[in-house]
């Protein structure tokens, strides 16, 4: 059986693999890193988070699964609910 690091391994040898990989990084963590920091300050679970957006748990994690995998990107409206119910505001910026 293989361990975590050689399957990473073996499939970024791949070119695609390693390119995705590489955009991912680049482009979408930042975003799930920031998201899940502020969840973290709050002290709030998925369901707690939920619960103040008028949702289930389910979809705030779908939400967080879809910034770590960049097959979705959710609304500007979708960002700014799950910030409020951090207490936070969203601000997005052009660096």
Known sequence: MRT???LKSLA???P???AEYERIEREEMPMLDAILKARA???LTQAQVAVRMGTQAPAVA???NALM???HSPSIA???KYAAALGKKLEVRFV
Request: net charge negative; proline share 0%; charged share 45%.
């Open 4 to 6: 975590h690091e050689e």
């Open 12 to 14: 970024l040898s791949d």
């Open 16 to 18: 695609e693999v390693r």
């Open 41 to 43: 300050e709050a002290g």
């Open 62 to 64: 779908r939400l967080e």
């Open 69 to 71: 995998t960049g097959k």
């Open 78 to 80: 979708t960002l700014q």
